[in-house]
């Protein structure tokens, strides 16, 4: 199976024979992709880089670029915001991240058998994730209203009576978000974890059966190493797709209330976007990009580690 | 992966119903035993859908009534129709997402497909080093290219147009992966022998590996609409009048008036715009999953 984003090296080189037109071809082939990449992404990467050693904002116009050396990096080290989001940022992911693979997990361990309406059961545990961010943000919003919301009125049914104020508190917002974010998320852990299933060995669970190794066993000595590349795939996507969306927090909380979901992308947004800070912005991006390509490389050689050893 | 994401089931044996043994007896009840607890979590996961669905069919003042109330009380379409006709009408912000998805899909898929086939199944000189560039930019969020999309689609003219979310998506390095991908798991062998058979490079691509090649350009295509579809991030940096509107900023606006959320009004844009999605997922939902654990694009 390949639940991998990019294939692991280019195919081997031709002998270098081939020039003629077969070479043009190739160019003529690539070459309305390329143009367009060219344009809207590596222009865009090298510019990034660029803006992020100089002061600009969007009123100065072109002429008012101005280069100032390391200076936005230096400032985002002292930046207290900068930090603050940093914290919130692992708080968020690093909760909503491993909540959503580990019930993504289980859920398809209990679908994954023979019951009645499984097709339609997976389906039916996909959807938030297939549905827009803002139509699911808008809905959860009305649901977690504090005074007369679905969720609330459930808690005081269940005889809470400290209820929760969501997105209206400083305290609970960033939950509210973490519980959004696994309800979307879930469903896609699962789907992914179900094909992974498919190519478990099956014929080591009915060894393992007769040699008396109850469920749990089971579980732990085969499944789980057997799973472990597809765990690590989705903890890595699901860390790079939270720690660089900022679509929930700009529909829902706008980083508030105070600065209490103001995680690292919604700042980077609202530095560039509302600010027209666009240097300090790219150098906030950047910060960022690199901080998350590390933990991830981090977590691939854990995994690399760990599968050598087995 | 190798096939769809559904175990194909072992065909149950032929036993007539009469003369079922007790071991069987028990796996059906086992089998039930398990539907029954999941079919009703999977309902009560899809709760949201249901009150989106209910609050979008009552009057704005039923939205928040303690205790909750489930099945409006009138049946109101007002909602609906206010949506859809009335000032705030959601129709010109959703014949925009049509455009922003068709557009970019057509573009896509042609782009990918062609530049993705040279990758795999053509030589030429510095191939490797352009694959490479693509391989390294393949991690970059598109969050982080926002700011100098922002700046350049401002100096060309383009901001505040539907081009300024067409034009990246449409030719996106993650789909020539994907095509690539596939392209590299075919026979070179045909190739071969159209070329001794004087084809030349377009025909051989367009006859022999194209037509092999529409299930995973129709996966592509899928992934691609539903995603341009539910973009909210890129439109709110990239356009900023409501003529220009796509759904999702559309959807977002019915908050804004007064500060106050109109209730019904959001709920009802809401069940809208997800009816497009939800269509091409039901329909297509085998070739959906395949593609998204083929790649994990969203």
Partial sequence: MAVSVAPAAPAPSAPASQAGPRARAGWLFILPNLVGVTLFTFVPLL????????????????????????????????????????GRTIIYAGLSVPLTVASGLALSLALDRDIPGRGALRAMFFMPYIVSTVAVGMTWLMLMNPSAGVVN??????????????????????????????????GYAAVIYLSALQDAPTDLYEAAEVDGAGPWRRFRTITWPSLLPTTVFLLVTLFIGTSQGFGLVALLTSGGPGDSTTVLPYYMYQTGFQFYRFGYAAAIGLVTFVGVLLLTLAMWRAQRGRALHD | MTDTAVRPRPAAPAVPRTRRTPRQRRATRNRWLWAVPMW??????????????STSLKANADAFTVPMQWIPDPWRWDAFVEVLTGEGSIVPAFANSVVVAAVRVLGEVLTATMAGYAFARLHFRGRDKVFLAYLATSIIPAQLLLVPRFIYFQQLGLYDTLWALILPGMFTVLGTFLMRQFFVGQPAAFAEAARIDGANEWQIFWRLYLPMATPVMSALGILTFVWSWNDYETPLVLISSPEAYTLPLSL????????????NLTMAASVVSIIPVLIVFLVLQKRFVRALTHTGIK
Avoid: R
């Fill in chain 1, 47 to 86: 510019s990034v880089v660029v803006l992020a050693f100089t002061d600009w904002n969007l009123v100065s116009g072109l002429g008012g670029i101005e280069f100032i050396g390391v200076d936005n990096f230096v400032h985002v080290v002292q930046d207290p915001t900068f930090w603050g989001s940093v």
């Fill in chain 2, 252 to 263: 977002a606006s019915f908050t804004d008036e007064q500060g106050a959320i109109s209730a």
């Fill in chain 2, 40 to 53: 009703l979590l999977a309902l009560a996961f899809l709760l949201p859908f249901a009150w989106m669905l």
């Fill in chain 1, 153 to 186: 009125q459930f808690l005081a049914m269940l005889g809470l009576a400290d209820l929760p104020g969501w997105f209206a508190s400083s305290y609970w917002a960033l939950p509210a978000l973490i519980i959004i974010a696994i309800w979307s998320g879930l």
